[in-house]
């Protein structure tokens, strides 16, 4: 079956750092999305890419969707204390796939 | 607008028991799923219902069940439970449309089973 693989599995940061997530999925995605736990919480969604090599920008946040449609990434410039958490990528798979499988998740510590 | 809830939030049941967990979707999402999530690990894909019926399920045995309502809240049913189903058990709703606008995840059921 489809499987969605993030690395890395945690990230250690300097506040003001900037962080980087990547995402590798075995199969073509229709789209791709993500979200973020806070630690004791449950996943916000946070944005949804869905065209080959799109990009975009939430404020320090930058997504990306590979031209092949079986990757991504998120990245975070200046890292914030706020920015602390799991950051979750998920995809469904071919058409009519209502499967959202997500990633085991990158967890970003930021250190003040 | 309202927000996903899930009820109880917490539960410990013995192993070889049946739970029954409850979501109400949030106004306006007609479609439910359910994941399972272990400690350190992402959200599992268990099944998603739309309409009162299942429409997609994953790699979960015939012992993990549920029902949509027409208010479109929803339940998970787990029958003969092992000590490896303690997890998060995860409910979110999403717009006509499916997954496509994103998914409300509520706060989740930590389920223990001893």
């Known amino acids: 079956g489809q499987q969605v693989m993030q690395i890395p599995q945690y990230q250690h940061v300097q506040e003001g750092e900037d962080f980087t997530t990547y995402c590798n999925s075995s199969?073509?995605?229709?789209?791709i999305q993500w979200y973020k736990q806070r630690p004791g919480g449950h996943p916000v969604f946070l944005i949804q890419?869905?065209?080959?090599?799109e990009v975009k920008k939430q404020k320090r946040l930058t997504f990306q969707f590979g031209e092949a449609k079986k990757n991504s990434s998120l990245h975070i410039t200046a890292t914030q204390t706020t920015d602390v958490g799991t950051y979750f990528c998920?995809?469904?798979?071919?058409?009519?796939?209502?499967?959202?499988?997500f990633g085991k998740g990158t967890k970003l510590s930021v250190i003040p | 607008e309202t927000g996903v809830t899930q009820s109880p939030t917490h539960l410990i049941k013995t192993r070889g028991q049946q739970v029954t967990l409850r979501c109400s979707s949030q106004s306006g999402h007609n479609t439910v799923s359910w994941y399972q999530q272990a400690l350190g690990q992402g959200p599992q894909f268990i099944f998603q219902?739309?309409?009162?019926?299942?429409?997609g399920r994953g790699n979960f045995p015939p012992r993990f069940s549920g029902l949509q309502f027409p208010n479109y809240s929803s339940e998970l049913n787990v029958n003969a439970l092992e000590l490896d189903d303690s997890a998060l058990y995860l409910c979110?709703?999403?717009?006509?449309?499916?997954?496509?606008?994103?998914?409300?995840f509520g706060s989740g059921t930590r389920l223990t089973v001893v």
């Open positions: 199969t073509t995605l229709s789209n």
């Open positions: 219902y739309y309409r009162e019926e299942e429409n």
């Open positions: 890419l869905v065209k080959s090599g």
């Open positions: 979110a709703s999403s717009r006509p449309g499916g997954g496509n606008y994103g998914y409300t």
């Open positions: 998920a995809g469904f798979g071919g058409a009519g796939s209502y499967q959202l499988t």
